[in-house]
């Protein structure tokens, strides 16, 4: 069974910083390419940031050098580093995993608000 757990979701000032942690047990990591997405009320949901099997990354427009998304495949983990939050960036945020199947997480609510 594949589960993906997502953490490090929480309140932050506008300016702050949080990282976000996404876990990955029942797959073999290192295969997959990694995702991060976010998703508000009414919105459809939009891509962050990725990255390949091979190390690629890509990033959304609206990131503009404040976000960076990371794995260590050893722990079956990818990350993303968010600095420099705005209170636009409130949302849910999902991990992805994906190969061949798409591996989705729970989601973690992040809100930027002073």
């Known amino acids: 069974q594949v589960l993906l757990v997502e953490s490090g979701g929480g309140l932050v000032q506008p300016g702050g910083s949080l990282r976000l942690s996404c876990a990955a047990s029942?797959?073999?990591?290192?295969?997959?390419?990694k995702a991060w997405y976010r998703q508000v009320p009414g919105k459809q949901r939009e891509l962050v940031a990725r990255?390949?099997?091979?190390?690629?990354?890509y990033y959304g427009d609206f990131v503009k050098g404040r976000f960076t998304i990371s794995r260590d495949d050893a722990k079956s983990t990818v990350y993303l580093q968010m600095n420099s939050l705005k209170p636009e960036d409130t949302a849910v945020y999902y991990c992805?995993?994906?190969?061949?199947?798409?591996?989705w997480g729970q989601g973690t609510q992040v809100t930027v608000s002073s």
């Open positions: 992805n995993f994906q190969r061949v199947s798409s591996y």
């Open positions: 029942g797959i073999i990591s290192r295969l997959y390419h």
């Open positions: 990255i390949g099997s091979a190390g690629d990354t």
